[in-house]
């Protein structure tokens, strides 16, 4: 595999709108293509003039013998020509060991899925009901609890909506906590346990790590709001239970 990169400096907007747009069209061409791995068409933040369009091409052979002398290559150069002469560069890159591994689209998938979201709740309940401070706030702890705790994670890490389907969904999470009172000493050391289940039973992933914890921080917070509000309280509708990815604005943060 190899990939090539094409760098071009439009200065004149409307010329940018018109270049995207014959792009949009000249990627029919690369779709239809069995020598075109993907491509995507960058446009400068910094400076909005330029453009990096990168193409993964199976072989360098296979894109200059077999894309250009192709059937789709008159096509595809009718629709870019006109920006030809924007070309600043266009070479081959082979990619060197330097490379960071590919990341699962889904915290979910990231965890390592029910399985993985199973241990750290087990492990997680084992050290709250040792907890001298914990212990007495789970006096009704029931082993449905563990599970119930693992589908709820699986749903707020992007994987199969079945807490909504089955647990009362967003609603039923919210109403669990009512009346418990929780004091900001018992959310910390809930924190802590939890950050050493997580250190435990989650791969070593540093960004994974910090994602997940910045989760339990921000649900914990919300929990202890709800448990101010007594027993029985009206909730209103919530809402869906909310979504927790891995970019930072992207998920459902305020629900
Ligand atoms: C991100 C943070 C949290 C999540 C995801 C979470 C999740 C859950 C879930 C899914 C349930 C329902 C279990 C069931 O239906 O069996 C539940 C109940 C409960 N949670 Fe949390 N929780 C969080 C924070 C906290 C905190 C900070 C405390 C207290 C320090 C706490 C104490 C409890 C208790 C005592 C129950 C059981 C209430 C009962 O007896 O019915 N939770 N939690």
């Known amino acids: 595999m190899t990939t090539e ?26 779709d239809a293509a069995p020598e075109c791995l993907g491509y995507d068409l960058a446009q400068g933040v910094e ?7 990168r193409i993964e091409w199976t072989s360098v052979e296979d894109h200059l013998k077999g894309f250009r002398g192709g059937p789709l290559f008159g096509d595809f150069l009718d629709r870019v020509r ?12 082979a990619r060197t060991a330097v490379a960071s591994a590919p ?23 084992a050290a709250v009901l040792a907890d001298p401070v914990l212990a007495p706030v789970f006096a009704h702890f029931t082993p449905e609890h563990r599970e119930h705790v693992a589908v709820w994670l699986a749903e707020v890490f992007g994987g199969p909506a ?8 967003h609603q ?16 910390l050391r809930w924190l802590e346990l939890m950050s050493g ?28 709001d709800v448990s101010r509000q007594p027993d029985g309280a009206d909730l209103g509708e919530p ?7 891995w970019e930072k604005d992207g998920g459902n943060e305020t629900a």
């Open 197 to 224: 289940a997580v250190d435990r039973e989650l791969p070593p992933d540093p960004a994974l790590r910090r994602r997940v914890m910045e989760y339990f921080d921000w649900g914990t917070r919300i929990a202890q």
């Open 82 to 93: 006109p920006y030809i002469d924007d070309i600043e560069e266009m070479k081959h890159y």
């Open 103 to 125: 990341r699962a689209a889904t915290l979910y998938e990231a965890v390592g899925g029910i399985g993985a979201l199973r241990r750290l709740s087990d492990t997680f309940y």
């Open 172 to 187: 039923g999470l919210l109403r669990a906590h009512l009346g418990l009172a929780v004091t900001d000493e018992q959310r």
């Open 162 to 169: 079945d807490f909504t389907a089955t647990a009362g969904g």
């Open 239 to 245: 809402g869906a239970t909310p979504r927790w990815g």
């Open 5 to 30: 990169y094409i760098r071009y400096r439009i200065a004149d907007p409307e010329r940018r709108a018109a270049f995207e747009k014959a792009y949009a069209a000249a990627a029919e061409q690369l």
């Open 47 to 53: 400076e909005p003039e330029r453009y990096i369009l």
